[in-house]
């Protein structure tokens, strides 16, 4: 059993060969004419100059916190200084995927362009393609990293460790990849909306041009801005989750290593069960990519909801007898229930099951009310008709009502897979759900590939059949990165509150007790930060797009080429092909008058300016709080993180998603009450506002906040063992409660981990 740990890191390489073979198809194909393969390198440079300055502040963050870490780690019990190895590995390995994400999809861009000028079938595997290369590279990336710290803690330095510090020591591997990805996502999220916002209200309203014609000063900025947002922080968000869903799983499966059933041939199951099981999703996600293909029947939705079905039904097969050979059939703890019952390895089966099912149906009710044609979208569009304000509302008030269905959900979820296996089965199911990731990621990050093949096309004012694959790929892509993102808020849920579990049996806490002022206390605070952090990534956007406004209606007004081609373009209403030669001409010689780079800087500076207050909140806070107000203050305040940060989240993505495909029903021409709207039209403003205004809500503050509700909850478990209570503490406590008639309270019998001294060999 203890020997399987040894092939997981082979898992891993296996999906390293497929992303390298997967990478070596992409750059085969053809790039296109010399223009587009010059607009697709203004791109890839535009963000690779953003990662590269990016990572040079995270560097020194990385540095900052990892002497701290030093420090704190070497003075108290259980735990070393081999966690700074741990927690700069994190680090290094969650740039490392947003890296991978980001140089696979400034290759597809262009080629998916290209692609669509023959076939939508050829253009959507070569997005697809660039897709799974950052999912598979995510996912092989985190069991790597897992799985071969483990193997050297466990059997090469740390023979003598024992598991409560070898566990200790991993878990800040989670604490490097969740700073990464917060900033990552802050940073990225700000970077792309400035441009975006820009891009839309100077180009659309204003100029009337669309947001990627090549006059738009903007346009460049805005397609950096989809691959360091959305690809590169949605694969740092992700990687995240992944790991720290399975650090969670292995701390509270550490419970039952000590009793009987495990001692006899499962000793280390249910520690490396959680890692086997991400292992398998690598493969059954690899095997998922091969049926997706756009069929006679079937558009691009369709064929990657059948790879992504497929992958998962596979997974449901294997994993339960996965799960039958790293456990006993049954045994009997108190260590997760608080009181003594008899679990199976078919109880943990079904919590996966419940992990895979809440994840597919959180997906498909944002799916509902986000994709284009749905009728909650649908009544964003009517109530468009009589201005951006009514707009708005409609767009409040959906996100608003979205949280329901999402919420009871995870509810039912959470109450089903803790009667199934306690706060085990809840870990479980958070890992089950991210063990599909690799194919799930795919998808999502096919989304800014096809939005960058759609804007490279504009920008060649390519023929209007090739735009309309393009966009409808880029529509099929705003679906599926809005799928991404509540499944990213379900997995974010569970993996916080299995975080949460496993904090409390690092701190030795038994219970919380909101009635206590200083739990309470803690519980409000908590409950206003997801608030405040909103507010400053917002302000954030709002600052930097204010810059790009200004810069843009410079360029609109300052370069005389400039603004002699938006006066043909106003007066035809963006559309060329009834132009006269004259007016060509004067089009043409417009053509690279944009000072593109000028706002490329500013977003660049803007976001690299404004992610630290928000990033270092994060990690400041929880560690504040725990120090200064106890362990029980801190799990107050994570309580409070949890409910309001899950519920924010669903709101502002879904109230983004939905301005979004709103805006583009009306683009596509949309009929209401007999009259027909289309780009230009007063209606299309009106969408254009709102959208304006759901940029920044789905694509920097809503899904920063998943982050930011798992980096605390893994800040305070890497902090743990130093705020812990006494089991004296505990054991006075409950007397303290005990009515003058005493009622005998049976203590559990388990050991924590911080008492657990089984030595693994």
Same mark, same amino acid.
């Not at 989809?226 to 399975?246: C, H, K, P, R, T």
């Given at each position: 059993?203890?020997?399987?740990?040894?092939?997981?890191?082979?898992?891993?390489?296996?999906?390293?060969?497929?992303?390298?073979?997967?990478?070596?198809?992409?750059?085969?194909?053809? @790039?296109?004419?010399? *223009?587009?393969?010059?607009?697709?390198?203004?791109?890839?440079?535009?963000?690779?100059?953003?990662?590269?300055?990016?990572?040079?502040?995270?560097?020194?963050?990385?540095?900052?916190?990892?002497?701290?870490?030093?420090?704190?780690?070497?003075?108290?019990?259980?735990?070393?200084?081999?966690?700074?190895?741990?927690?700069?590995?994190?680090?290094?390995?969650?740039?490392?995927?947003?890296?991978?994400?980001?140089?696979?999809?400034?290759?597809?861009?262009?080629?998916?362009?290209?692609?669509?000028?023959?076939?939508?079938?050829?253009?959507?595997?070569?997005?697809?393609?660039?897709?799974?290369?950052?999912?598979?590279?995510?996912?092989?990336?985190?069991?790597?990293?897992?799985?071969?710290?483990?193997?050297?803690?466990?059997?090469? &330095?740390?023979?003598?460790?024992?598991?409560?510090?070898?566990?200790?020591?991993?878990?800040?591997?989670?604490?490097?990849?969740?700073?990464?990805?917060?900033?990552?996502?802050?940073?990225?999220?700000?970077?792309?909306?400035?441009?975006?916002?820009?891009?839309?209200?100077?180009?659309?309203?204003?100029?009337?041009?669309?947001?990627?014609?090549?006059?738009?000063?903007?346009?460049?900025?805005?397609?950096?801005?989809?691959?360091?947002g959305d690809v590169a922080g949605m694969g740092a968000d992700l990687f995240e989750s992944f790991v720290g869903s399975i650090i969670a799983a292995m701390v509270l499966g550490a419970s039952f290593v000590m009793l009987t059933p495990f001692q006899e041939g499962f000793t280390l199951g249910p520690v490396i069960l959680p890692m086997a099981l991400a292992g398998l999703g690598i493969l059954t996600s690899i095997i998922g990519t091969f049926f997706v293909r756009v069929t006679k029947k079937g558009g691009p939705q369709k064929a990657l909801n059948k790879g992504e079905f497929i992958s998962m039904g596979i997974m449901v097969v294997i994993s339960y007898f996965l799960i039958d050979w790293f456990l006993p059939e049954s045994w009997t703890s108190d260590a997760v229930m608080g009181s003594e019952q008899t679990f199976t390895s078919l109880n943990i089966f079904a919590a996966t099951i419940v992990g895979l099912a809440i994840g597919l149906a959180i997906g498909k009710i944002t799916e509902y009310y986000t994709s284009t044609g749905t009728r909650?979208?649908?009544?964003?569009?009517?109530?468009?008709?009589?201005?951006?304000?009514?707009?708005?509302?409609?767009?409040?008030?959906?996100?608003?009502?979205?949280?329901?269905?999402?919420?009871?959900?995870?509810?039912?979820?959470?109450?089903?897979?803790?009667?199934?296996?306690?706060?085990?089965?809840?870990?479980?199911?958070?890992?089950?759900?991210?063990?599909?990731?690799?194919?799930?990621?795919?998808?999502?990050?096919?989304?800014?590939?096809?939005?960058?093949?759609?804007?490279?096309?504009?920008?060649?004012?390519?023929?209007?059949?090739?735009?309309?694959?393009?966009?409808?790929?880029?529509?099929?892509?705003?679906?599926?990165?809005?799928?991404?993102?509540?499944?990213?808020?379900?997995?974010?849920?569970?993996?916080?509150?299995?975080?949460?579990?496993?904090?409390?049996?690092?701190?030795?806490?038994?219970?919380?007790?909101?009635? @206590?002022?200083?739990?309470?206390?803690?519980?409000?605070?908590?409950?206003?930060?997801?608030?405040?952090?909103?507010?400053?990534?917002?302000?954030?956007?709002?600052?930097?797009?204010?810059?790009?406004?200004?810069?843009?209606?410079?360029?609109?007004?300052? &370069?005389?080429?400039?603004?002699?081609?938006?006066?043909?373009? *106003?007066?035809?209403?963006?559309?060329?092909?009834?132009?006269?030669?004259?007016?060509?001409?004067?089009?043409?010689?417009?053509?690279?008058?944009?000072?593109?780079?000028?706002?490329?800087?500013?977003?660049?500076?803007?976001?690299?300016?404004?992610?630290?207050?928000?990033?270092?909140?994060?990690?400041?806070?929880?560690?504040?709080?725990?120090?200064?107000?106890?362990?029980?203050?801190?799990?107050?305040?994570?309580?409070?993180?949890?409910?309001?940060?899950?519920?924010?989240?669903?709101?502002?993505?879904?109230?983004?998603?939905?301005?979004?495909?709103?805006?583009?029903?009306?683009?596509?021409?949309?009929?209401?009450?007999?009259?027909?709207?289309?780009?230009?039209?007063?209606?299309?403003?009106?969408?254009?506002?709102?959208?304006?205004?759901?940029?920044?809500?789905?694509?920097?503050?809503?899904?920063?906040?998943?982050?930011?509700?798992?980096?605390?909850?893994?800040?305070?478990?890497?902090?743990?063992?130093?705020?812990?209570?006494?089991?004296?503490?505990?054991?006075?406590?409950?007397?303290?409660?005990?009515?003058?008639?005493?009622?005998?309270?049976?203590?559990? @019998?388990?050991?924590?981990?911080?008492?657990?001294?089984?030595?693994?060999?």
């Amino acid at each position: 059993m203890e020997n399987l740990v040894y092939y997981l890191p082979i898992l891993a390489i296996l999906g390293f060969l497929f992303i390298g073979w997967k990478t070596a198809w992409v750059n085969k194909q053809p @790039q296109g004419s010399e *223009k587009m393969q010059k607009i697709a390198s203004h791109i890839r440079e535009g963000a690779m100059a953003f990662l590269k300055a990016e990572y040079k502040y995270l560097a020194i963050f990385v540095i900052a916190v990892g002497v701290l870490l030093y420090f704190k780690s070497t003075t108290e019990p259980d735990s070393n200084g081999f966690v700074v190895v741990s927690f700069i590995t994190g680090a290094l390995f969650s740039g490392l995927a947003g890296f991978i994400g980001l140089s696979i999809a400034t290759r597809a861009n262009s080629r998916t362009t290209q692609a669509a000028r023959t076939s939508l079938g050829k253009a959507l595997a070569i997005a697809f393609s660039g897709g799974s290369v950052m999912g598979i590279g995510v996912v092989s990336l985190g069991v790597f990293g897992l799985s071969l710290l483990f193997v050297i803690y466990n059997y090469v &330095i740390g023979v003598e460790w024992d598991l409560a510090m070898v566990l200790n020591v991993i878990s800040s591997f989670s604490l490097g990849a969740s700073s990464i990805a917060l900033f990552a996502r802050v940073g990225g999220g700000i970077y792309t909306k400035a441009a975006d916002v820009g891009a839309d209200l100077v180009g659309k309203v204003e100029a009337g041009i669309p947001e990627d014609h090549p006059l738009n000063p903007a346009t460049i900025a805005d397609n950096v801005g989809d691959n360091v947002g959305d690809v590169a922080g949605m694969g740092a968000d992700l990687f995240e989750s992944f790991v720290g869903s399975i650090i969670a799983a292995m701390v509270l499966g550490a419970s039952f290593v000590m009793l009987t059933p495990f001692q006899e041939g499962f000793t280390l199951g249910p520690v490396i069960l959680p890692m086997a099981l991400a292992g398998l999703g690598i493969l059954t996600s690899i095997i998922g990519t091969f049926f997706v293909r756009v069929t006679k029947k079937g558009g691009p939705q369709k064929a990657l909801n059948k790879g992504e079905f497929i992958s998962m039904g596979i997974m449901v097969v294997i994993s339960y007898f996965l799960i039958d050979w790293f456990l006993p059939e049954s045994w009997t703890s108190d260590a997760v229930m608080g009181s003594e019952q008899t679990f199976t390895s078919l109880n943990i089966f079904a919590a996966t099951i419940v992990g895979l099912a809440i994840g597919l149906a959180i997906g498909k009710i944002t799916e509902y009310y986000t994709s284009t044609g749905t009728r909650p979208v649908k009544g964003i569009v009517n109530k468009s008709m009589t201005g951006p304000a009514t707009n708005i509302i409609a767009g409040v008030e959906l996100g608003m009502k979205s949280t329901a269905l999402p919420v009871l959900g995870l509810a039912i979820a959470i109450i089903i897979s803790y009667s199934f296996a306690g706060l085990y089965g809840i870990a479980i199911a958070a890992v089950a759900m991210l063990s599909n990731m690799g194919i799930q990621l795919a998808i999502d990050a096919y989304g800014p590939i096809a939005d960058n093949a759609g804007g490279i096309a504009e920008m060649n004012e390519l023929p209007p059949d090739v735009r309309e694959k393009t966009d409808k790929l880029d529509a099929v892509g705003n679906t599926t990165a809005a799928i991404g993102k509540g499944f990213a808020i379900a997995s974010a849920t569970l993996t916080a509150l299995a975080l949460f579990s496993a904090f409390m049996k690092q701190a030795n806490i038994d219970h919380i007790d909101i009635a @206590q002022p200083s739990i309470m206390a803690g519980l409000l605070v908590g409950g206003m930060l997801p608030f405040l952090f909103s507010s400053m990534a917002l302000g954030a956007v709002g600052r930097a797009s204010t810059s790009m406004i200004e810069e843009v209606r410079k360029q609109f007004s300052s &370069i005389p080429k400039l603004t002699e081609a938006l006066k043909v373009l *106003k007066k035809y209403n963006g559309d060329t092909s009834s132009v006269t030669e004259e007016e060509q001409q004067t089009l043409d010689n417009a053509e690279g008058s944009a000072k593109y780079q000028e706002c490329v800087k500013i977003s660049t500076e803007s976001s690299l300016k404004e992610m630290i207050l928000p990033g270092t909140l994060a990690v400041v806070a929880p560690a504040l709080v725990g120090y200064l107000g106890g362990a029980q203050m801190l799990g107050g305040l994570l309580a409070g993180v949890v409910v309001t940060g899950v519920l924010l989240a669903i709101y502002q993505a879904n109230s983004g998603g939905a301005w979004d495909n709103a805006k583009k029903m009306v683009e596509e021409g949309y009929e209401y009450k007999g009259e027909y709207y289309e780009k230009g039209s007063d209606a299309h403003k009106a969408t254009v506002v709102g959208d304006t205004v759901g940029d920044p809500f789905k694509d920097t503050s809503g899904p920063s906040l998943n982050i930011l509700i798992k980096l605390m909850s893994v800040v305070a478990l890497v902090i743990a063992p130093g705020i812990a209570i006494d089991s004296d503490s505990n054991d006075q406590a409950a007397k303290e409660k005990q009515p003058e008639k005493e009622i005998k309270v049976d203590k559990p @019998q388990e050991a924590t981990l911080s008492e657990n001294t089984y030595k693994m060999k």
